[in-house]
């Protein structure tokens, strides 16, 4: 008759799955949010514009869920950017990152976040 010790280690081998009812799908991957710094190029920029740019320049694996400026300082305001990701098929927050980079009158763009939701 095997020990306890036995026992217990055979049971961390034993693979955990998901259990799934009749009422309920199993969802095994999520949604993933970004939050991300955009710095506009001077305090001459419109950022209305830009949010607008912005919002158009989102890849099509995510979705803009919310935009609002954030006082920086001596009248630079930076825009806090939040999209939702499909948190499948090998796509990265890199991609909204830099899709935000390349547009005119962005300084620069920082990934503050990324959570599963």
Not at 1 to 11: E, G, H, L, Q, T
Not at 13 to 30: C, N, T, W, Y
Not at 68 to 76: D, N
Request: proline share 7%; charged share 30%.
């Amino acid at each position: 008759m095997p020990d306890a010790i036995d026992v217990k280690s055979r049971a961390t081998f034993i693979p955990a799955r998901p259990v799934a009812s009749q009422d309920h799908e199993v969802k095994l991957m999520g949604d993933a949010a970004v939050r991300m710094r955009v710095m506009p190029e001077s305090t001459d920029v419109d950022l209305e514009k830009l949010a607008e740019d912005i919002k158009k320049a989102v890849p099509s694996f995510a979705r803009m869920h919310a935009i609002e400026q954030k006082p920086i300082a001596f009248g630079l305001k930076a825009l806090i950017v939040v999209t939702i990701m499909d948190d499948k098929g090998g796509r990265s927050p890199d991609e909204i990152e830099e899709a935000v980079r390349n547009l005119p009158g962005v300084e620069s763009v920082e990934v503050e976040e990324v959570g599963l939701i």
